[in-house]
């Protein structure tokens, strides 16, 4: 047994210490937090100074047991968990739970996980610090007191199975605002003018007018002007400037960074820094601070001094711009300098690449560049173009790595031809098109992380989360509405004849963008209107900033706690009591056939239309389709969904009917349901292109071979090319020609799916009629008729017991809906 147990958070993160220590140590996981608040209830305990019921949860229970057991023969035990606010709180977790004798428990630190770092740590232990850990109670209590008790608000006023938190309430306010702020916007065109000339050595000079014409006829008007003009360069200024690098990454910065240039979701992203944390090549990676070490810095400086030269070196300390950059001392950067590339997996490759890139350009020299602005005047009038050009005179950070943009419209500015004034030029165009003003792009999971952090809003470890739980709860979605075509007209003035012609460009576009839902848009029109104070901005980053002063040992949670609750329970029981239900309605107009109104609004289903008022007892309903929205749908939109389902005829005796579903229109003929084509309108589906397309799916569905006296069909579904058989539907890889598919390749994919599934079953308890799996992203999954438990990456299945596995779903499984009234009354 050896002498000193060290407890760290992650399997990963413990294999890679157990490198760096002797034989003396073992490393052990906790798997995260090993206690937290019930699942199945508040968990505060609001009368007795907000105190938190804490529990091990089933899952946790042996791996604690087998903790306890390895500390109390253990001589020393390392709690090693990570040093932010959760890392203490696990660390204070572990020590309250495993009941260690603090003469013999040390806490350890470290911002990177190599040896050098882990020997420092173990050479200065501390004690936990009860400051981060109450920081990290106050958080976890106050946003579990605004959820549970928002929560059932919205239940009874708006509709059932919604949820509210403190930060995801307001990034999803942040996006609905936006949303509007675009639908109202009114584009105004005018027309900006560009030109293209020569000059006496032959090569082009693009310019463009310093200011624009708000209609065609001025902007004619202005070209006319330039028939017969002469060209020349009027003044040319050439100056010298420079473009410094970009700080090292924050976890926002490189959360935005590897969305711009890797397409990566905030999600992801930290999922794989995470990787790289724990592996050893990167710092930790949740982070407000822009600091790097002294060491860090002297290795960065030896690196390029070595690989670019000592020109390209100019060491930088840089400061943090977060009000609350207080979670770690230093940036994200790489462990080992010299270490340009990683041998890992393809993303994690990546993102590391763009880590180093980031870190060594920050301690690079300023690029130098030579930027000429050039002044094109004519004898016809008295306006000017002008040309702006850059040249690099030396690249300094620039070798290494440009820090990307949100702006799609930004242009790069590039070189211009030797010039000099009265050089005349010869007009090649001059070009005046129509353009319009846009309104505010959309976010995108990037651009909402950084609006949050400069609103204060949430803290490194809460953006990733925040923005999938708003995704996972529909408040927002991911758009895939690819744009509307719209014109605009361009003239161009070439020689002595001005051209006219008509262009299209697309325009809207939200594809991967965050747009909000009709039920998010009703959510948080109903918390804006009862809840001003916990949707406030500045309230939620006033919140933050409380959470630190607690951390720095500056304030007290308790009193904190009281001073939000005695404003905010009092109205959650007002709202309950006295608020109006919130469906979001909308009167769009009268239907001319019924003369009855016609409105929108959030129903049992989701979003519906209604023709009639609330006494009319012959209210006719209709759901609205996917791409349609509650705060957008036109009168002559919402009538055309009442001419649905649409009887088109019959084939074959059976009648053929048209029809939108759940799922999108679809054509419905005896029992077979045929979706419509993407785009396709059901009002526009004639009897023939219905009968197409059941010929099409008769087809698609018609045997392609026969396996074990069973037929085999093949079709092509949301994943993919499948087969079907015996109910089965499996996948079809690259490896196969799909369209070509041989007997024996049908029999090979069959018997690799059939050993596929027997080998995913971790455990078959028949007369339970309980399973458990391997599920995807190496996890596990309980099943028993309806019930489905997804167990995290940290359980061991195989070791999992009968009575463990019961204990799990009875606590799954719903309570009746007399027990939940009673519950809710008591919580009132």
């Given at each position: 047994m050896a002498k000193n147990l060290v407890i760290v958070e992650s399997p990963a993160k413990a294999?890679?210490?157990?490198?760096?220590?002797?034989?003396?140590?073992?490393?052990?996981?906790?798997?995260?937090?090993?206690?937290?608040?019930?699942?199945?209830?508040i968990g505060v305990d609001v009368e007795n100074n907000f105190k938190p019921k804490y529990e091990v949860s089933s899952d946790k229970k042996a791996l604690v047991k087998k903790l306890k057991d390895l500390s109390k023969s253990a001589e020393m035990v390392?709690?090693?968990?990570?040093?932010?606010?959760?890392?203490?709180?696990?660390?204070?977790?572990?020590?309250?739970?495993?009941?260690?004798?603090?003469?013999?428990?040390?806490?350890?630190?470290?911002?990177?996980?190599?040896?050098?770092?882990?020997?420092?740590?173990?050479?200065?232990?501390?004690?936990?610090?009860?400051?981060?850990?109450?920081?990290?109670q106050a958080r976890r209590v106050l946003d579990r007191l605004v959820g549970y008790e928002l929560s059932p608000v919205l239940w009874k006023k708006v509709k059932g199975g919604l949820s509210a938190g403190r930060v995801?309430?307001?990034?999803?306010?942040?996006?609905?605002?936006?949303?509007?702020?675009?639908?109202?916007?009114?584009?105004?065109?005018?027309?900006?003018?560009?030109?293209?000339?020569?000059?006496?050595?032959?090569?082009?000079?693009?310019?463009?007018?310093?200011?624009?014409?708000?209609?065609?006829?001025?902007?004619?008007s202005f070209l006319e002007k330039n028939i017969g003009a002469d060209f020349k360069v009027g003044d040319l200024e050439?100056?010298?400037?420079?473009?410094?690098?970009?700080?090292?990454?924050?976890?926002?910065?490189?959360?935005?960074?590897?969305?711009?240039?890797?397409?990566?979701?905030?999600?992801?992203?930290?999922?794989?820094?995470?990787?790289?944390?724990?592996?050893?090549?990167?710092?930790?990676?949740?982070?407000?601070?822009?600091?790097?070490?002294?060491?860090?810095?002297?290795?960065?400086?030896?690196?390029?001094?070595?690989?670019?030269?000592?020109?390209?070196?100019?060491?930088?300390?840089?400061?943090?711009?977060?009000?609350?950059?207080?979670?770690?001392?230093?940036?994200?950067?790489?462990?080992?300098?010299?270490?340009?590339?990683?041998?890992?997996?393809?993303?994690?490759?990546?993102?590391?690449?763009?880590?180093?890139?980031?870190?060594?350009?920050?301690?690079?020299?300023?690029?130098?560049?030579?930027?000429?602005?050039?002044?094109?005047?004519?004898?016809?009038?008295?306006?000017?173009?002008?040309?702006?050009?850059?040249?690099i005179k030396f690249e300094g950070f620039l070798k290494v790595y440009l820090e990307g943009n949100d702006d799609d419209e930004e242009e790069q500015e590039g070189?211009?031809?030797?010039?000099?004034?009265?050089?005349?030029?010869?007009?090649?165009?001059?070009?005046?098109?129509?353009?319009?003003?846009?309104?505010?792009?959309?976010?995108?999971?990037?651009?909402?992380?950084?609006?949050?952090?400069?609103?204060?809003?949430?803290?490194?470890?809460?953006?990733?989360?925040?923005?999938?739980?708003?995704?996972?709860?529909?408040?927002?979605?991911?758009?895939?509405?690819?744009?509307?075509?719209?014109?605009?007209?361009?003239?161009?003035?070439?020689g002595n004849e001005i051209q006219t012609q008509t262009l299209k460009e697309n325009t809207g576009s939200d594809k991967g963008k965050l747009v909000p839902t009709d039920i998010g848009g009703i959510v948080n029109d109903f918390l804006v209107k009862n809840f001003e104070t916990i949707l406030d901005y500045n309230f939620t980053a006033k919140v933050e900033q409380d959470f630190d002063e607690i951390a720095v040992g500056n304030e007290d949670w308790h009193n904190m706690m009281n001073n939000f609750y005695k404003h905010f329970h009092p109205n959650v029981i007002d709202v309950e009591k006295n608020a109006d239900r919130e469906s979001g309605e909308r009167v769009l107009g009268i239907d001319p056939k019924s003369g009855k109104p016609v409105s929108v609004r959030l129903g049992k289903f989701?979003?519906?239309?209604?023709?009639?008022?609330?006494?009319?007892?012959?209210?006719?309903?209709?759901?609205?389709?996917?791409?349609?929205?509650?705060?957008?749908?036109?009168?002559?939109?919402?009538?055309?969904?009442?001419?649905l389902p649409k009887s088109l005829g019959n084939y074959e005796g059976e009648e053929i009917e048209v029809n939108n579903g759940r799922f999108g229109p679809y054509v419905k003929f005896g029992s077979q349901f045929i979706s419509l084509a993407k785009g396709e309108d059901p009002l526009d589906v004639s009897l023939e292109r219905a009968i197409e397309l059941i010929q099409e799916k008769v087809q698609a569905d018609a045997p392609i071979a026969v396996y074990e006296n069973l037929p085999v069909q093949k079709g092509v579904?949301?994943?993919?090319?499948?087969?079907?058989?015996?109910?089965?539907?499996?996948?079809?890889?690259?490896?196969?020609?799909?369209?070509?598919?041989?007997?024996?390749?049908?029999?090979?994919?069959?018997?690799?799916?059939?050993?596929?599934?027997?080998?995913?079953v971790i455990h078959h308890w028949e007369a339970e009629g309980i399973k458990v799996e391997k599920a995807r992203w190496g996890r596990s999954v309980i099943t028993k008729g309806k019930i489905k438990i997804e167990l995290s990456k940290d359980v061991d299945a195989s070791k999992l017991t009968l009575e463990q596995v019961k204990e799990m779903i009875e606590k799954k499984t719903p309570a009746k809906k007399t027990t939940a009234k009673k519950t809710t009354a008591k919580k009132k």
């Open positions: 294999k890679t210490i157990e490198k760096f220590l002797g034989k003396d140590y073992q490393v052990e996981s906790s798997y995260g937090h090993i206690a937290d608040l019930p699942s199945r209830e390392w709690l090693a968990s990570d040093e932010d606010r959760e890392g203490e709180a696990i660390a204070w977790h572990l020590s309250e739970e495993l009941k260690l004798d603090p003469s013999k428990t040390k806490r350890i630190v470290f911002h990177e996980i190599t040896k050098t770092a882990i020997q420092k740590a173990i050479e200065n232990p501390r004690g936990i610090n009860y400051n981060l850990v109450n920081a990290q995801q309430s307001v990034s999803v306010r942040l996006i609905v605002e936006r949303e509007r702020e675009i639908q109202n916007f009114k584009p105004v065109g005018s027309y900006s003018v560009s030109a293209e000339f020569t000059n006496e050595a032959g090569k082009v000079v693009k310019a463009k007018l310093n200011k624009n014409f708000n209609t065609k006829e001025e902007a004619k050439t100056k010298p400037t420079k473009k410094s690098p970009a700080a090292p990454f924050t976890t926002s910065t490189l959360q935005q960074e590897a969305a711009r240039k890797l397409y990566l979701p905030v999600g992801i992203t930290m999922q794989i820094a995470q990787r790289l944390y724990e592996a050893g090549l990167i710092t930790y990676m949740r982070t407000d601070s822009v600091n790097l070490s002294q060491e860090a810095m002297n290795a960065a400086q030896a690196e390029i001094t070595s690989y670019y030269g000592a020109e390209y070196s100019k060491p930088r300390n840089y400061n943090t711009k977060s009000k609350g950059a207080q979670e770690a001392h230093e940036a994200i950067r790489p462990t080992d300098m010299s270490r340009h590339t990683v041998d890992v997996d393809r993303d994690q490759a990546r993102l590391y690449e763009l880590i180093w890139k980031r870190t060594l350009a920050s301690q690079m020299s300023d690029a130098e560049l030579e930027r000429t602005n050039v002044k094109i005047e004519t004898n016809k009038h008295n306006e000017s173009f002008s040309a702006t050009g850059e040249v070189m211009l031809p030797a010039l000099k004034v009265n050089e005349k030029l010869n007009m090649q165009q001059i070009t005046a098109t129509e353009r319009f003003t846009r309104p505010a792009s959309r976010y995108t999971e990037a651009s909402l992380v950084k609006k949050l952090e400069e609103l204060g809003i949430g803290r490194p470890s809460t953006y990733a989360p925040t923005i999938s739980t708003i995704i996972n709860r529909n408040y927002v979605e991911k758009g895939s509405f690819e744009g509307t075509e719209r014109k605009y007209e361009q003239l161009t003035l070439v989701g979003p519906m239309a209604q023709i009639g008022d609330a006494e009319d007892d012959n209210k006719q309903f209709a759901s609205l389709r996917a791409e349609q929205n509650i705060s957008n749908i036109t009168l002559e939109d919402a009538l055309n969904l009442f001419l579904g949301r994943f993919g090319p499948f087969i079907k058989w015996n109910g089965m539907f499996i996948n079809v890889n690259k490896k196969y020609n799909f369209d070509n598919l041989t007997q024996s390749d049908v029999a090979e994919l069959i018997e690799e799916k059939i050993q596929k599934d027997i080998d995913k």
